[in-house]
């Protein structure tokens, strides 16, 4: 649709001459912008060969500057140029590179122009009309970004023009009613010729002859006055067309015989156009070839950038990460070493404790040995004497003091319990007959009427170790049943022992109250002593014990020979 075009080139003439070019110097962006100028001032004055070269040189400048705008525009102009020639293959391939710049830019100027360009070949040149009037809508969307009325007033008329050559009129009158009531606020002479062609054949539609017909005549005075014989050629087929609806054939046929006549006129005129152009047009096919090895060029050395700039991205990434991931070996490193460090000092303040502990105990039991035999060869001797001469005392006198008699019971008395103390101090059964009959004899001394202990060991009851070993699990026996006796409120309890690989297997377990062995800290109920001592001989002991159901005691201790 030619008039379309001239739309086109009257908003290039009006945009163009805003941009400033202070410079000519070639490859810049201010020397381009001035070439394509030109481009367009030859293409409105129907120059087209001038016009053709100009936009060749600034399509090639804009593609060695990369600048995807001024790539868009020159595309444009050159597919306008061929529009103008009828060329529409080779304006719809310019269109179509273009289009694919103008998307780059975002550029809703660029964008509104080549959509509705493309939606021109598509419908009025290939006769595609979907797809003809889907770039005609985003044409119409990208001027309304834009906000240029003049183009979606030129727009809308074009989608209107699509939907009557299909015949979907009720389509099409919505954008027809938009355009009459813009048309004097937006349009010029042309477009109101265009707009009553579009009147009179919606007329048509709706049999208004009166208004079809006064419509037709107008667009035709209006478009003779103006010298526009294509829209003239358009109008007077769309006005015969109506002649003959209406049984008009005479008057049909003449002004199809206009049309006729108009059409090989402008037929003529293109073919001319076209012969004066040959010779760029070859010229232009062997570019279009240049233009696409350095289109491929420059697409190369973008590609490469790109990766480049992402080869640069994976390796700062990697180097990144490496620092992160030393960072955390790092941290891992020093907590480590500090855990350690931590480890060591607790187990220096641990050995600490163990070595005062196992002084306390080792202390202890040279305490224990030292006072029973002081208590035995001493003070136990020193009270037998003493009672031994009351006794004769005793004999020799006939009526004895009662003073006298006190004095050798109290004696007595003491010397019984310095006995007993000595004994608990140093056990004589663990010294004259060992470790297994001293237990045996400590679970019997400890069984009353509320608690029984029962003894079960599978070692003979005269096997005999170490003095000291014996002694030291002697007592850690003894204070186990004694927290038996105070906390466990039990009935029977039962100490079991086996022998094991050089090692004896020890099992205390009673049916008392019990406690949650998880929860509570079992240092409290006396235990950490027996865990010293345990620890001390390389043994090991664990605790179990539940609410109800009793606490078990198990033990491992080496044997000390």
Not at 435 to 457: G, P, Q, T
Not at 523 to 540: P, S, T, V
């Amino acid at each position: 649709m030619k008039s379309k075009i001239k739309i086109f080139k009257l908003l290039c003439c009006v945009i163009i001459p805003f941009l400033t070019y202070p410079q000519n110097k070639k490859n810049s962006k201010e020397y381009i912008t001035k070439l394509s100028k030109q481009a367009v001032a030859n293409l409105c004055e129907n120059k087209y060969e001038k016009s053709l070269v100009q936009a060749r040189e600034a399509l090639e400048q804009s593609i060695i500057l990369d600048d995807n705008n001024l790539i868009a525009q020159n595309y444009n102009i050159i597919a306008a140029n061929f529009d103008e020639l009828s060329e529409s293959n080779k304006a719809l391939y310019y269109y179509s590179k273009g289009l694919i710049y103008a998307e780059k830019t975002n550029n809703p100027n660029l964008l509104k122009q080549i959509y509705n360009n493309l939606g021109n070949i598509y419908c009025f040149d290939k006769k595609n009309y979907s797809k003809g009037i889907d770039y005609y809508k985003k044409s119409l969307r990208f001027s309304a970004i834009a906000k240029d009325s003049v183009q979606i007033l030129s727009t809308e008329m074009n989608i209107t023009w699509a939907y009557f050559d299909i015949n979907e009129f009720q389509k099409g009158f919505p954008y027809l009613k938009f355009s009459n009531k813009n048309q004097t606020k937006y349009g010029d002479d042309e477009s109101l010729t265009i707009l009553q062609l579009l009147n009179g054949m919606y007329y048509t539609y709706i049999n208004d002859t009166v208004a079809a017909k006064s419509n037709f005549e107008n667009a035709i005075n209006q478009a003779i006055n103006q010298n526009e014989s294509t829209d003239l050629k358009y109008i007077y087929q769309e006005y015969s067309k109506y002649l003959f609806k209406n049984q008009q054939a005479d008057q049909a046929y003449i002004y199809l015989t206009k049309y006729d006549s108009l059409n090989q006129k402008i037929t003529s005129e293109e073919k001319q156009n076209k012969i004066n152009i040959t010779g760029i047009n070859l010229e232009l096919d062997e570019y279009k070839r240049e233009l696409e090895k350095i289109e491929t060029l420059y697409r190369d050395k973008e590609q490469l950038l790109k990766y480049e700039k992402s080869r640069n991205k994976r390796v700062i990434g990697i180097m990144v990460s490496l620092f992160v991931v030393f960072v955390i070996l790092f941290y891992f490193f020093f907590q480590n070493t500090k855990l350690k460090q931590n480890n060591k000092l607790k187990d220096v303040q641990r050995k600490i404790q163990d070595n005062l502990i196992n002084a306390s105990i080792d202390g202890q039991e040279r305490e224990r040995i030292r006072i029973a035999a002081f208590l035995h060869d001493n003070i136990s001797a020193m009270l037998s004497s003493a009672g031994m001469h009351l006794k004769t005392v005793h004999s020799e006198i006939e009526n004895i003091p009662e003073e006298i008699t006190k004095t050798a019971a109290i004696i007595d008395e003491a010397h019984d319990r310095v006995r007993d103390l000595s004994h608990e101090l140093l056990p004589t059964l663990l010294v004259r007959f060992g470790l297994f009959y001293a237990i045996e004899d400590l679970c019997e001394k400890n069984s009353n009427s509320k608690i029984h202990y029962e003894y079960l060991s599978t070692i003979p009851t005269n096997t005999r170790y170490n003095s000291k070993f014996e002694m030291r699990v002697y007592f850690i026996i003894s204070e186990l049943l004694n927290n038996i006796n105070k906390h466990s409120k039990a009935t029977k309890a039962q100490v079991s022992i086996n022998l094991g690989n050089h090692e004896l297997l020890f099992h205390v377990h009673d049916n008392g109250k019990g406690f949650d062995s998880k929860k509570v800290n079992i240092e409290g109920f006396g235990l950490n002593q027996i865990r010293a001592r345990i620890k001390n001989l390389d043994g090991d002991f664990k605790v179990n014990s539940k609410i109800n159901y009793g606490t078990s005691v198990k033990m491992r201790i080496p044997i000390l020979y």
